[in-house]
């Protein structure tokens, strides 16, 4: 079956601290692995999309990369704007879907 | 341009009543996607419309739920009979084409309490 796990359930990081959240994914056939940032009270925005083991992607403080079995989300330096839910998914050739871990809270204190 | 719209943005509902969501793609996107959120977890696939077809349906719950998008655009979610179970965020997204591992642009959502 299709899963996507992310963890820490949780991340409370001080300005300046950075860190890096883990999703692990066990899809047949990966077609895709997807961040978004969701805020509070609004949908998902999209971050990055990664296709391929060893492929990495930049953006301002987020550094996304790639393995067989995991995608991890980097952040540098975080601010106190990066708090949000980060939230990993995967599509499978098997089934096509985008299927979500239950996301990572993250909570940058000044 | 304009991202993926959804109204209402709340709904408050009593146990047994119809209720009707909507959702508004990117314009251009030809495939629609709905999702459900519950508190503190990922959104669930519900339903994929390319074009004016549902070409997946399989994350429907029950035949409580149903979704149409008749023009290709505009897509209705169609809740009948709610139940306190169904209160959720009900997320839509669309994408360009539709292809596998393409990536989905998500409206704001509507916040569902049935009461």
């Known amino acids: 079956e299709d899963q996507v796990t992310q963890s820490p359930e949780a991340l409370r990081l001080q300005e300046g601290e950075s860190s890096s959240l883990n999703c692990s994914y066990t899809?047949?056939?990966?077609?895709?692995l997807f961040w978004y940032r969701q805020d509070p009270g609004k949908g998902p925005e999209f971050l990055f999309t990664?296709?391929?083991a060893g492929e990495e992607k930049e953006k301002e403080r987020l550094k996304a990369t790639l393995t067989k079995k995991e995608s991890f989300l980097h952040i540098t330096a975080p601010k106190p704007e990066d708090s949000a839910t980060y939230l990993c998914?995967?599509?499978?050739?098997?089934?096509?879907?985008?299927?979500f871990g239950q996301g990572t809270t993250l909570q940058v204190k000044p | 341009g304009a991202g993926v719209s959804q109204t209402p943005s709340n709904k408050v509902t009593e146990k047994g009543k119809y209720v009707e969501l909507r959702c508004d793609p990117i314009?251009?996107?030809?495939?629609l996607y709905w999702y459900r959120q519950s508190l503190g977890q990922g959104p669930e696939f519900l339903i994929y419309?390319?074009?004016?077809?549902?070409?997946?349906d399989s994350g429907l719950p029950n035949d409580r739920f149903f979704a149409v998008r008749p023009e290709g655009s505009v897509s209705t979610l169609k809740i009948q009979r709610t139940e306190r179970g169904d209160s959720a965020v009900y997320l839509c997204?669309?994408?360009?084409?539709?292809?596998?591992?393409?990536?989905?642009?998500f409206g704001p959502g509507t916040r569902l309490l049935v009461l």
């Open positions: 314009s251009g996107h030809t495939a």
């Open positions: 419309f390319q074009g004016t077809g549902a070409a997946d």
């Open positions: 998914a995967a599509v499978s050739s098997n089934t096509g879907k985008l299927i």
């Open positions: 997204a669309s994408s360009l084409g539709g292809r596998m591992g393409e990536t989905q642009y």
């Open positions: 899809v047949s056939g990966l077609r895709g």
């Open positions: 990664l296709y391929s």
